[in-house]
């Protein structure tokens, strides 16, 4: 019986596993150009230009890049932990010869993951004592879900798959902990995990949240808490400055929270204290009016922090207002595409959230296990960052099938649903999912999920050679500045980095530059040695929201300054200093140039 019991999970995970290694694989279209693999989404690039560099050099953490933000360079916002693990695993594909080159072998990685997230999710119902049919029903919409598809795909080496597993991982250990509170290993395994996170990404500080919202909020209901709470708060602390020692930002002793610093260590600091206090203290009015005030003490140092935090999540940046990940869940269904905005990417399911946050809520309120608490409470925090930003969802999506799984599962044990009707139910949400990740399934992807960089992929080679040949200072566009990077060794202005005052100042200067016209440039910015231009709007937004394509442009959305000026400009007679490196037209049904990139000569 034991044994049957071990293995049915096993094969529903084998079962899923392959399904999902099909969905992802489906993308395959999406990373290969021109006989060559290719990274997929504008952040990809980077990550993979930082992995590969590493790889080529595995002594530096590259965690300073003087080729972005010119002239100061930069330190990167992401932290090292994601470049540095993803450039071991390539070294490892080599190794083993499962690729042919590394760019092959880390294309695939985010494919290898999926199976992995799906075992996570398995722990996790399995911690839930969630029934075979629900755990099936949550495989198969993690493999399916629409935007998992994205996250695993081929080429979508970007950091969010790895947050999505790590944010899975800690719910998993911190469900096993608080199911055996006993357990000092269990404790200690929840804290590194915590701790550790880090160091993938400086954001993951806030999966704590949860955790300490159980703790907190179990010890106010005067019940006690695990007497090794010690335990988790010292892997906690340990982990996060494990993770924080080899970061630059860290050890210049800057307190950023968007970068690796003594701010997550702080924080990890202030959690672990806490929940020591009242894991050690009994709930009294004295103990309650201490840790208040404790809590606001720890708040003043973080304040500034909290603010920049809400700047980028109410999308104050300056740049991002155009970026699709930084939409809210609101904004998508209300967007040009109306609902099916939002269900495209995370299924019908999406229609249910506000019910599964009130289910969440009304369980929190009810029950008076731990272990339960924590799942209630992890799923309420994540469809709440869900629904802020689409950039969240890999703190929310799996609690919009799993609430509802776990929800029936738990009216079946109290007697208030037959078990039947449970699993009919479970089928229904399956269902659900289906019906958005049929049509995804069969979407045909352009590659690199961009179709401005399908477009003007021919133009890169050339100036990679042109760069090696004279570096320089390359002007383009905020989502071209990616590409260059990958492509060329040579400095840009400003990328896809948006989230401080510095990277703010950069977009301004960029998108001044673009404003000039071009007999002016060479004396506004004379260290500009190369001019990368595109038609700006090729592709706009049809009243019923499919895509029209228009090869002159739309004359509703003209270009800026420079990007006209250079495109529409006649060959033989550039803007002086200007040498034409490359250009690509439209032939049909005439030439109409779409992008070029040129050398600015110095005067002789």
């Known amino acids: 019986m034991t044994s049957r019991k071990n293995l049915e999970p096993l094969l529903i995970w084998l079962f899923a596993s392959a399904v999902a290694v099909a969905v992802a694989l489906s993308t395959r279209g999406q990373a290969f150009i021109d006989g060559h693999y290719i990274p997929v989404g504008n952040d990809s690039f980077y990550h993979a230009r930082r992995i590969l560099d590493l790889i080529a050099d595995p002594s530096s953490l590259h965690q300073y890049d003087p080729l972005i933000h010119y002239p100061e360079g930069s330190l990167l916002i992401w932290p090292w932990g994601y470049a540095f693990l993803m450039s071991v695993l390539v070294r490892l594909g080599l190794a083993l010869h499962l690729g042919t080159s590394a760019i092959a072998v880390l294309v695939h990685i985010p494919v290898v993951a999926f199976p992995l997230c799906l075992a ?226 995370y299924s019908l399911l999406v229609l249910l959230l506000p019910f599964a946050a009130i289910v969440c809520t009304y369980r929190i309120w009810k029950t008076q296990d731990a272990q339960r608490l924590l799942f209630w409470t992890t799923s309420l925090f994540g469809l709440a960052l869900l629904s802020v930003m689409v950039r969240m969802h890999v703190f929310g999506t799996f609690a919009l099938y799993l609430v509802w799984l776990a929800f029936l599962d738990e009216l079946v044990a109290e007697g208030r649903m037959q078990a039947s009707l449970a699993r009919s139910t479970s089928a229904l949400l399956f269902l659900a999912v289906c019906a958005s990740a049929i049509p995804a399934f069969f979407t045909t992807r352009m590659p690199a999920n961009d179709p401005y960089y399908a477009l003007t992929s021919d133009i890169y080679p050339d100036l990679e050679r042109e760069c090696a040949r004279a570096p320089g200072v390359v002007l383009s566009n905020l989502d071209d500045g990616n590409y260059v990077r990958y492509h060329t060794r040579c400095p840009i202005i400003a990328n896809n980095f948006l989230l401080t005052a510095f990277h703010e100042s950069k977009v301004r200067e960029v998108r001044a530059l673009l404003d000039t016209p071009a007999s002016e440039l060479a004396q506004r910015a004379p260290f500009v040695r190369y001019v990368l231009v595109h038609r700006q709007s090729l592709w706009s937004l049809r009243p ?61």
Not at 144 to 155: A, E, K, S
Not at 579 to 599: I, M, Q, T, W
Request: with cysteine.
């Open 120 to 345: 996570l999710v398995t722990l996790v119902c399995r911690q839930l004592r969630i029934s075979l049919t629900g755990t099936a029903v949550a495989l198969l919409a993690t493999a399916l879900i629409p935007m998992n598809r994205d996250l695993y795909g081929v080429g979508d080496v970007d950091h969010h798959f790895m947050e999505q597993m790590i944010v899975l991982g800690s719910l998993a250990c911190g469900l096993a902990w608080l199911g055996r509170p006993e357990s000092s290993a269990r404790a200690a395994a929840t804290g590194a995990v915590m701790g550790l996170a880090v160091c993938i990404h400086n954001g993951l500080f806030i999966i704590q949240f949860p955790i300490v919202a159980v703790l907190l909020w179990t010890w106010l209901h005067g019940r006690s808490l695990p007497r090794n709470t010690w335990v988790f708060a010292t892997a906690l602390i340990v982990g996060t400055t494990l993770a924080a020692a080899p970061s630059e930002s860290f050890r210049q002793g800057t307190f950023e929270f968007y970068e690796l610093s003594w701010f997550h260590v702080y924080f990890s600091t202030c959690v672990g204290a806490v929940c020591v206090f009242i894991s050690r203290c009994a709930r009294s009015p004295r103990n309650i009016v201490i840790l208040a005030a404790g809590i606001v003490a720890m708040l003043v140092p973080v304040v500034s922090q909290l603010l920049l935090a809400d700047k980028f999540l109410s999308v104050r940046v300056e740049g991002a207002e155009d970026i699709a990940e930084q939409q809210s869940l609101w904004s998508l269904a209300t967007g040009t595409h109306g609902i099916s905005g939002a269900t495209s990417l």
């Open 544 to 604: 019923d929201g499919g895509m029209q394509f228009t090869p002159a442009g739309d004359p509703a959305n003209p270009d800026p300054k420079l990007i006209a000026d250079l495109v529409q400009a006649d060959p033989a007679h550039l803007p002086v200093g200007f040498r034409l490196v490359k250009e690509l037209a439209f032939e049909k049904p005439s030439h109409v140039v779409y992008a070029r990139v040129f050398a600015i000569e110095p005067p002789r």
